[in-house]
């Protein structure tokens, strides 16, 4: 590690104002540079930027302002009394993005690695406090080798301070956590508390326990990236919400993505001039959707349809495919969309599905994201993995995070809607405020071939010919139960609606809800099944 040498203060006369100035300014340029050319070159080489690149990216332009940046650690021992360069490792400060406040601490690897000690944690416990205090979003740009081992205690206690403003901060303010570089060991827990993490191929991994002591303990070989890497994390782990090739991509998504969130959970997600008209139809959907229940089709399609301008943002893209989670605006208002996948694994929930929508429930309902949700869904993946998995439990979470959730909430059948899987997903028993269903809805207890089999069994077994018995009693199931107003009737759907006319039905309801006010039990918190 290069050293970083004070500025010769003795050159300056301590009485001459301009001579105390010209101090300042040769301090804050050393404080900007960083330890040295070389530790710049070092990091550009590993295809990373440095922090301060990377806080130039994320913010808009000349609107960062910087606190502590003269910041040193005070630790002696093991040669780090030699060793004191300002801001000891981490920048912090508060800037603008399209505008609005947002607070920011970046990790700087050139300096001890970006490891954390006594001071360094201290400037990221105050910039959290400010976050907090000022209602605005903390984006932590994470490129630290761990606790700094030098300072021994010390820096493991900063770590607790950080988790526990992480904690504080969860569903007050958006907390987003950027991985640009490596995350070991307890580290990695304060992203696993924030609402959203961002990684890069091949630069930034996570991890609780590196290669070399999963090596030593059970004797499995792999890499950095095999086992904590961002594809890793995004598609088999679900720890990364998203991916990305390289930092200034993933930066300009963080942008895109503070542009849908509110401030804070006292505010709403920022309304932005809509040219899409309300009323525009969207005829491609009647053949974008077959009728037949057992085709599959792309839903990623038909939410691109109904949103302004096709733009979306799929949260966890690559992870639980069987079920969409994404952010979009309808009439200029920010949008989520929880949404079965047809096109893979059929759109049936299990334990990742159920885990993956309930989550982002919960982070809609907490900065007030109104909440539509698409249904087509056959019902719970079977079988003994699921069971001993405890599919019961987690898919108790989707159902708590929906009849927990108090912003408006429209539900949409398109096709099927079986058991269930079918009350789960927002349900007008649960409380959706409002319920749609297009005519190609199946609303049952399940598939009419299974209820023929279970209520007709006797007739069929003793029918001379069982298959021809059996397809009577399919068709007469779906007439008597399964036909597409029967739930109308009954007032488990307050519409059947053309599918071309769902943009323009979804707006007006969005519209009248927009005042919905509920009230809530009071009680210091709820106990969601684990």
């Not at 070389?38 to 606190?67: N, P």
């Not at 000891?88 to 505008?99: P, S």
């Amino acid at each position: 590690m290069t050293v970083v040498k004070d500025i010769p203060r003795a050159s300056v006369k301590a009485a001459d104002t301009h001579g105390r100035v010209a101090e300042l300014h040769a301090v804050r340029a050393q404080a900007l540079a960083g330890p040295s050319d070389r530790a710049t070159e070092a990091q550009h080489a590993k295809g990373k930027l440095t922090a301060r690149e990377r806080i130039a990216l994320l913010l808009d332009e000349g609107s960062f302002s910087e606190v502590e940046q003269l910041r040193r650690h005070r630790a002696t021992g093991f040669g780090l009394e030699d060793k004191r360069p300002y801001t000891d490792g981490v920048i912090t400060g508060w800037g603008t993005v399209e505008g609005r406040t947002v607070f920011v601490y970046a990790h700087d690897f050139r300096i001890f690695g970006g490891a954390l000690g006594e001071a360094h944690a201290t400037k990221i416990h105050k910039i959290m406090d400010m976050a907090i205090a000022a209602g605005a979003p903390l984006v932590s740009l994470n490129d630290g080798a761990g606790a700094r081992i030098q300072e021994g205690v010390s820096a493991l206690a900063g770590y607790g301070g950080i988790f526990q403003r992480n904690t504080r901060a969860s569903g007050v303010i958006p907390q987003i956590s950027v991985m640009l570089g490596p995350c070991a060991g307890g580290a990695a827990y304060s992203p696993a508390l924030t609402d959203f993490v961002f990684m890069v191929r091949d630069t930034s991994q996570m991890f609780i326990t590196g290669p070399d002591v999963v090596r030593a303990v059970t004797g499995e070989e792999i890499t950095q990236n095999g086992l904590g890497g961002a594809d890793v994390h995004a598609e088999t782990s679900g720890v990364a919400h998203f991916a990305y090739d390289d930092e200034e991509t993933c930066l300009a998504e963080v942008r895109y993505l503070l542009s849908m969130l509110p401030q804070n959970n006292r505010e709403y997600p920022p309304c932005t001039p809509c040219t899409d008209p309300q009323t525009r139809r969207s005829d491609v959907l009647l053949d974008l959707v077959p009728a037949d229940g057992n085709r599959p089709y792309d839903m990623l399609k038909v939410i691109e349809e109904l949103l302004d301008d096709g733009d979306c943002l799929e949260v966890h893209e690559r992870w639980a495919r069987n079920i969409i989670c994404a952010l979009g605006r309808l009439n200029g208002q920010v949008v989520a969309v929880v949404a079965n996948q047809p096109s893979a694994l059929a759109g049936v929930l299990d334990i990742h599905a159920s885990e993956k929508a309930a989550r982002f429930v919960q982070l809609c309902d907490a900065f007030n994201i109104p909440i539509i949700t698409l249904l087509d869904v056959p019902g719970f993946l079977p079988g003994v993995d699921q069971e001993h998995g405890g599919i019961i439990r987690h898919g108790a979470k989707l159902l708590y995070a929906y009849c927990n959730a108090t912003v408006p909430r429209i539900s949409l059948i398109l096709r099927k809607a079986y058991g269930g899987a079918y009350i789960v997903m927002d349900s007008q028993s649960i409380g959706a405020d409002l319920t749609y269903a297009w005519p190609t809805n199946e609303i049952a207890v399940m598939g009419a071939e299974g209820a023929a089999n279970v209520i007709f069994r006797k007739q069929i077994a003793d029918a001379d010919d069982p298959e021809a018995m059996r397809t009577r009693m399919v068709k007469e199931y779906k007439a008597e139960l399964m036909h597409p107003y029967y739930a109308a009737e009954r007032g488990l759907v307050d519409d059947v609606i053309d599918p071309a006319e769902t943009r323009e039905v979804l707006i007006s309801a969005l519209a009248m809800l927009r005042t919905k006010h509920a009230d809530v039990p009071s009680r210091k918190h709820g106990n969601p099944p684990q």
